[in-house]
């Protein structure tokens, strides 16, 4: 871990941040799915972190799926396609799905996979990210649940990777431009 640490110039969101906000968000979605169990649809493998901990602090019961959408692969800019790489497991006609992403960037794969979510039917689907970046955005996206705006610059940490790593660190860094080659 110290060994990975070496490689971020900046703490951009700390643990104990995180974990707060993960227990505000939490507290809106029961008060908002009163009513409902939500299908909670992580969007792997960034949203894992979060995912876990979200769940966790829901206290109403809600179920799971993952899919996995890659744009991308190893860059530190969206392809602007996105593949799917894991479906959903079941046909979610007339269920509530609550997208949980990790990070809305260009907003491209989350514009995609809204409209591959609402084709299949559900009775709604609304979409929870820990991050933003709002000077980024190239496709504006409804989201209801935003954790945090942060600066356009690559971060990693907390589910979010470059080029596979940094995913186990417990908070959100920036990563030194040198380790991109930037
Ligand atoms: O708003 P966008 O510009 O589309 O970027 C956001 C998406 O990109 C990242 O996924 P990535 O393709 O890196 O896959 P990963 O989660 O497996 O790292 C991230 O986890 C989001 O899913
Ligand atoms: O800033 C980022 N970091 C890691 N993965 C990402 N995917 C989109 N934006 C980012
Ligand atoms: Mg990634």
């Known amino acids: 871990m110290s060994v990975l640490d070496d490689d971020i110039e ?20 029961d ?14 493998k960034g949203a894992v972190m979060f995912m876990s901990d979200l769940a966790r602090e829901l206290s109403r019961p809600s179920t ?28 979610v006609t007339g269920l509530d799905i609550l997208i949980v992403e990790d990070i809305i960037d260009s907003g491209l794969t989350l514009s995609w996979l809204l409209k591959n979510l609402q084709a299949r039917n559900p009775a709604s689907v609304e979409v929870v990210a ?21 600066p356009n610059e690559f971060v990693v940490g907390y589910g979010l990777d470059y080029a596979e790593r940094y995913r186990d660190l417990p908070y959100i860094g920036r990563l030194r431009p040198s380790v991109y080659g930037g």
Do not use: H, W
């Not at 820990?130 to 942060?150: C, E, M, N, S, T």
């Open 10 to 29: 900046a703490t951009v969101v700390s643990t104990e941040e995180i974990q707060s906000k993960i227990t505000e968000l939490a507290a809106r979605i």
């Open 31 to 44: 008060a908002d799915y009163a009513d409902r169990e939500p299908l909670l649809v992580g969007v792997l």
């Open 64 to 91: 799971m799926e993952f899919m996995a959408c890659s744009s991308y692969g190893s860059n530190t800019t969206s392809s602007g396609v996105v593949r799917i790489l894991k479906d959903l497991d079941r046909d």
């Open 130 to 150: 820990l991050l933003r970046k709002p000077d980024a955005i190239k496709v504006q996206v409804p989201v209801k649940y935003v954790g945090f705006d942060i």
